[in-house]
């Protein structure tokens, strides 16, 4: 099982832009996913892309905003997300080994990292 630790959260106002990052302890050719977490509510899928970041996948209330990508050598996941809107205040997890959209499917988690909209 691999170690995920991410950062890059904290408190930015609506409309700005933040990048998480996820580093990985060991090269990992599978699946990574961001999801995220609010207050009271479940953990949803936000983004993935594939071992080899030929693909990726959003979710329908982030396309065109977040976008997903994975530098090989340095075992690093990132979510670079724009246009921040307060309903994004969350913690976002990073997520490694799933095969679909649902948390249950991925095998190792991250901390979280905890990003907050100001409006």
């Known amino acids: 099982q691999v170690q995920l630790v991410e950062s890059g959260g904290g408190l930015v106002q609506a409309g700005g832009s933040l990048r998480l990052s996820c580093t990985v302890s060991?090269?990992?050719?599978?699946?990574m996913a961001w999801f995220r977490q609010a207050p009271g509510k479940e953990r949803d899928f936000v983004a993935g892309?594939?071992?080899?970041?030929?693909?990726?996948f959003y979710a329908d209330s982030v396309k065109g905003r977040f976008t997903i990508s994975r530098d090989g050598a340095k075992n690093t996941v990132y979510l670079q997300i724009d246009s921040l809107k307060y309903e994004d205040t969350a913690v976002y997890y990073c997520?490694?080994?799933?095969?679909?959209?649902?948390?249950?499917?991925?095998?190792?988690w991250g901390q979280g990292t905890q990003v907050t909209v100001s409006s």
């Open positions: 060991r090269r990992t050719p599978v699946t």
């Open positions: 997520a490694a080994g799933g095969y679909s959209s649902r948390p249950e499917s991925f095998t190792s």
């Open positions: 892309i594939s071992w080899s970041g030929s693909s990726t």
